[in-house]
């Protein structure tokens, strides 16, 4: 039996696909006389359209992570479904003048145009030799359309061959919805795969039925769809083996992809959100099929983690969890740190981690983490089910400067039962934080499938209907797209667009601000060093000298309340209140919700106190504090 599984653009092109990886070790041990290739059709388009036009790295990455919210490179792919370059260009047009800048825009008219050739060549190539047995799309994020058109192609040529589709895109009613509208699928899997997929080969090689397999689309023999129920329990993970990866570092190698950027590795420790399991975050649509949270064992994991940067000298690694499991703080990462690999990784961890755990992150080789900060109002973020509150957000981005991590985090709003007093007094404090790692975007949350104000309209979006750009990509009725559309609208909830606007306005300001922000402390125990150059605050060093200024300082490396620091340093309210105002002027605090933290980081030269407590007693010397390192 040969297995072709295809890896369609935009899947990123810096990192091999996890999901077939995993799928093509999960094949090779359940059936060894299955022949099973990777095929990276988004390395191959890269390589094919710098053949015919003028495109860049950041071409890619516009289609591929950067228009996801607008559809783009999905669109950009439906001329090959449709076998129409003109398709809809005209609606595309319209609808996205006041959403994408025109060369964009030009952009996806022009591919639009020539990428039926592109699937034509590579469908052909396909079934080039022997033709393959089975043909597996995976599909996740804006391969849908992609995936679709080569499959349609394949089909043409070689009516035999079996269409197995998978992924992110295929979960619950989306799968059903895929497979009932496009016959030329004749099979997909919803969920979990790694044992569902070689079950189905087997059936297929051995001719025996399927409706054993749990979460499988299937065909009758009149070709009517029908759907087995999804899977009652998620797989263990001892079901998960780790990726096989041979196939995209030998094609990279070759492709002008590996001169955009160095190859990344991509591995999963766990599966769902521990927790999502006790408070759903209300925008989060993450885990379709399971938010149970399932994490390998910290020696195995380990031991996927050096095996396979040992096989590819790769050191770059992002790890796709949705969330950290918390036991590798002791397990798993102090074993990185002393393993004498320099690795660079990339985790999505929970924002009210302490400075602590952030080092234990930071010494086993992470750079950048996606703590999910969403938001600095308390309110707001419970409104999410965050289960954090803003001032251990603000405590995240001051600890991770000070331990040399970068927080990747985006702002949200348009949550039901917000309103502009969440927002008014955060953006008055921003510009104190401008040497804190700024957020990446700002936006209006989108309703997403699987997440709570999906399922549940009395959470505030009622009249929920598929996001716009479904309709210029597909050719589907709307109770069709319903069911196929992972993205909703809805009328806007929260805060009005004015206020957005001066969000937005206040967030560019820190973005241009921090690259030339500063603000560190020294800690010399009788005595407490700030340095600061931020425009809006105009003071170069202040130092803290009595006992209450270095005892409330340090008590603030905490959130907390006003009645905490008296009671804990013994002053009166009119004491703290005046130093808590003298503070706040020299923009050395965050308030919200009754609690305040301090946000002046460590300065570097207070880490190398930490690792030589002795020069402390010896009175010095000591240098001038040093600006914080940046890696961005």
């Known amino acids: 039996m040969r297995v072709v599984l295809v890896n369609m653009p935009w899947a990123s092109a810096e990192v091999p696909s996890l999901a077939l990886g995993v799928l093509k070790r999960a094949v090779t041990s359940a059936l060894p006389n299955a022949g099973v290739e990777v095929l990276y059709a988004n390395l191959d388009f890269v390589d094919w359209i710098c053949d015919r036009r003028s495109f860049t790295a950041d071409d890619y990455q516009f289609f591929s992570h950067g228009s996801y919210f607008e559809g783009a490179g999905d669109w950009v792919f439906s001329s090959a479904l449709y076998d129409d370059p003109q398709w809809r260009t005209e609606e595309f047009t319209a609808a996205k003048k006041d959403r994408l800048p025109g060369d964009r825009i030009d952009l996806c008219r022009d591919l639009h145009q020539i990428v039926p050739d592109f699937i034509d060549d590579l469908a052909a190539r396909i079934c080039t030799g022997p033709v393959p047995d089975v043909v597996g799309f995976t599909t996740t994020f804006q391969q849908n359309t992609a995936a679709l058109a080569a499959a349609r192609r394949v089909k043409q040529l070689s009516p035999r061959t079996l269409i197995v589709f998978g992924g992110a895109n295929c979960d619950g009613a989306q799968g059903e919805a895929l497979h009932r509208n496009f016959p030329f699928i004749d099979y997909v899997l919803r969920g979990e795969s790694e044992v569902s997929f070689p079950q189905l080969l087997d059936a297929v090689q051995h001719d025996r039925a399927t409706d054993g397999i749990p979460g499988l689309c299937h065909r009758l023999a009149d070709g009517s769809p029908k759907s087995t129920p999804m899977a009652a329990e998620p797989l263990p993970p001892a079901a998960v083996p780790g990726p096989d990866y041979d196939g995209y570092f030998e094609r990279v190698a070759t492709s002008r992809a590996g001169r955009w950027s160095d190859p990344q590795l991509v591995l999963e420790a766990s599966r769902g959100c521990w927790w999502g399991e006790k408070h759903h975050c209300t925008f989060c649509g993450l885990n379709g099929s399971f938010m149970q949270f399932r994490s390998k064992r910290p020696e195995v994991f380990f031991d996927e983690i050096t095996d396979l940067v040992a096989?590819?000298?790769?050191?770059?690694?992002?790890?796709?969890?949705?969330?950290?499991?918390?036991?590798?703080?002791?397990?798993?990462?102090?074993?990185?740190?002393?393993?004498?690999?320099?690795?660079?990784?990339?985790?999505?961890?929970?924002?009210?981690?302490?400075?602590?755990?952030?080092?234990?992150?930071?010494?086993?080789?992470?750079?950048?983490?996606?703590?999910?900060?969403?938001?600095?109002?308390?309110?707001?973020?419970?409104?999410?089910?965050?289960?954090?509150?803003?001032?251990?957000?603000?405590?995240?981005?001051?600890?991770a400067a000070t331990v040399g991590l970068v927080p990747e985090w985006n702002y949200l709003y348009g949550f039901p039962g917000e309103t502009k007093a969440h927002y008014t007094p955060v953006i008055t404090q921003l510009p104190a934080l401008h040497h804190l790692t700024p957020a990446e975007s700002v936006g209006r949350i989108a309703i997403e499938r699987f997440s709570p104000y999906f399922d549940r309209p009395e959470l505030g979006f009622d009249d929920l209907r598929p996001d716009s750009q479904y309709e210029l990509i597909y050719d589907l009725p709307p109770a069709q797209l319903m069911d196929f559309a992972y993205l909703f609208e809805a009328p806007p909830q929260g805060i009005s667009e004015h206020t957005a606007d001066v969000l937005r306005a206040s967030m560019q300001e820190w973005d241009d601000a921090w690259a030339s922000s500063h603000l560190d402390h020294v800690d010399l125990g009788d005595r407490i060093v700030l340095t600061n150059h931020r425009s809006h605050f105009d003071w170069s060093t202040h130092q803290l000298r009595t006992p209450l200024e270095i005892k409330a300082f340090r008590l603030l490396d905490q959130p907390r309340t006003t009645a905490s620091l008296e009671r804990r340093t013994g002053a009166g309210s009119q004491e703290i209140s005046a130093l808590l105002d003298q503070w706040r002027k020299l923009g050395l605090l965050f308030t919200e919700g009754g609690h305040v933290v301090h946000v002046v980081p460590a300065a570097a030269n207070q880490e190398l106190l930490r690792l030589q407590p002795e020069r402390l007693q010896s009175g010095g010397p000591w240098p001038v504090p040093a600006i914080n390192g940046r890696n961005r």
């Open 311 to 399: 096989r590819h000298r790769v050191l770059d690694v992002v790890v796709v969890d949705n969330i950290l499991d918390m036991g590798y703080l002791t397990s798993l990462l102090p074993r990185i740190s002393a393993s004498g690999y320099d690795l660079r990784l990339h985790y999505e961890i929970k924002s009210n981690l302490r400075r602590e755990q952030l080092r234990v992150l930071a010494d086993a080789g992470l750079l950048r983490v996606q703590p999910g900060i969403e938001s600095l109002s308390s309110h707001v973020l419970k409104l999410m089910d965050k289960g954090v509150t803003a001032c251990q957000n603000v405590r995240m981005l001051r600890d």
